[in-house]
């Protein structure tokens, strides 16, 4: 089956943060930091947040003509998002917010590459899982970035994400198990 993958546009918006939210509701990040209540549309609302005011302007994000994956990278002189903005993301997380000010502390003393891009988020629909949909949106972002002459980061939570991420050049850099909350692995990846 051919997977045909594009730059994600303004109109993606709503579907792609959708399928963000599908894709994060049982992810252990999420489900530690952001609240219970809602959860699922909180994680789209965020994942939609991303998107829109940090993926679209400064980084590259991709989504496949099915709409079912959704790939985004950021530069490492992304802006932090404005005041408003902020107070929105504040407000998502609820009562959980606090996690992310303690996760960002923690995480703060794992290295980063220099000049290296993040794999800031990539999620497919469940029902896509396991159709490669994720490995091609990974070639396709990762490819980008090789071009460009790029390294790439990225933290994940899930322990079974590892062996995709290797097989895609990353190595561990790092492991943290965060207070009261999941382990977090740092991987970083040399340009191919």
Known sequence: MQISVRPLSIDDLHRAADV??????????????????????????????YLEHLAL????????????????????????PD????EKIVELH????????QADEQLSALPVPEHAWSLATIGTTP????????????QHALGELDRSGYPCWLDTSTE?????????GFTIAGEISLTDGPTVWRMHRVQS
Request: with cysteine; net charge negative; hydrophobic share 40%.
């Open 20 to 49: 963000l939210g599908e894709a994060f509701a049982d992810y252990p990040w999420t489900n530690w930091c952001v609240a219970e209540v809602s959860h699922v549309e909180r994680v789209a609302a965020l994942q939609r947040i």
């Open 57 to 80: 302007p400064f980084g590259r994000s991709y989504i496949d003509d099915s709409g079912n994956g959704v790939v985004a990278v950021l530069p490492p002189d992304t802006p932090e």
């Open 83 to 86: 005041e408003a903005t902020v």
């Open 94 to 101: 609820g009562d959980r917010f606090e996690r992310v000010l």
């Open 127 to 138: 029902r896509s899982r396991g159709t490669g949909l994720g490995s091609a949106l990974l």
């Open 160 to 168: 079974r994400n590892l062996p995709l991420y290797q097989r895609f």
